[in-house]
């Protein structure tokens, strides 16, 4: 077990609806970044939340946003969902920017948007 | 053209083969690099870091070429349970992980 959880496990949403997806980063790790990964494919960077604030984003639109709390959990909100968005949503909690500091990986919310 | 490119595969060997994988990428600014595994469905677990000189673990060799953009895995004697996704993962700056598409790996009895 990583230490890092997430919530929910399998979510299933209709399209134009919104979520919110939850994680729990590992105790000491102040940094958090959130992943989609499509089926099939390897995870895409969405962005990265360092000590509250966004760190850095990915390709991706601003209806994906997120926040960290003072805990360094942190949120992904996803607006007006489309088909698309149907994957695998990963969190990975790392202490500070450290180049080489292992990212440990949640067990991932599973989202369906029909 | 994606950033970190990997053979889908499957690659499909019987056990206690010798397999290899092989990933390139596209940033020569990128930092730092890594394997990754990824079991059906779970999420995806270092496997361990790539550096120029070579490292090993056990039956694993990972080897980064920065000349060529070049990354490799090698697994010696394969096992059943060696079977699973294997990520190519490249860390330009902050752990902001750029990955490959995977290479999946099939063992067989």
């Known amino acids: 077990e990583t230490g890092v959880t997430q919530s929910p496990t399998h979510l299933i949403k209709t399209r134009g609806q919104q979520v919110t997806l939850r994680c729990s980063s590992q105790s000491g790790h102040n940094t958090v970044s959130w992943y989609q990964q499509a089926l099939g494919q390897g995870p895409q960077f969405i962005f990265q939340?360092?000590?509250?604030?966004?760190?850095g984003r990915g390709n991706f639109p601003p209806r994906f946003s997120g926040l960290q709390f003072p805990n360094y959990s942190s949120e992904l909100n996803v607006n007006a969902l489309e088909l698309d968005d149907s994957a695998l949503y990963l969190c990975a909690s790392s202490s500070g920017q450290l180049r080489d500091t292992e990212a440990f990986f949640g067990q991932g919310t599973r989202l369906t948007v029909v | 053209r994606k950033e970190v490119e990997q053979d889908p595969g499957p690659f499909n060997v019987p056990e206690g083969a010798t397999v290899a994988f092989n990933c390139t990428y596209s940033?020569?600014?990128?930092?730092?690099f890594f394997w990754y595994r990824q079991d059906c469905r779970k999420e995806p677990k270092l496997l361990m870091s790539v550096y120029s000189s070579g490292n090993e673990d056990g039956r694993f060799t990972a080897q980064l070429n920065r000349a060529s953009q070049y990354i490799s895995l090698l697994i010696r004697d394969s096992k059943l349970s060696d079977s699973a996704t294997y990520l190519c993962?490249?860390?330009?700056?902050?752990?902001?992980?750029?990955f490959g598409g995977g290479t999946r790996l099939m063992v067989k009895p």
């Open positions: 939340y360092y000590r509250e604030e966004e760190n």
């Open positions: 940033n020569s600014a990128s930092q730092s």
């Open positions: 993962v490249v860390n330009n700056a902050g752990n902001m992980l750029t």
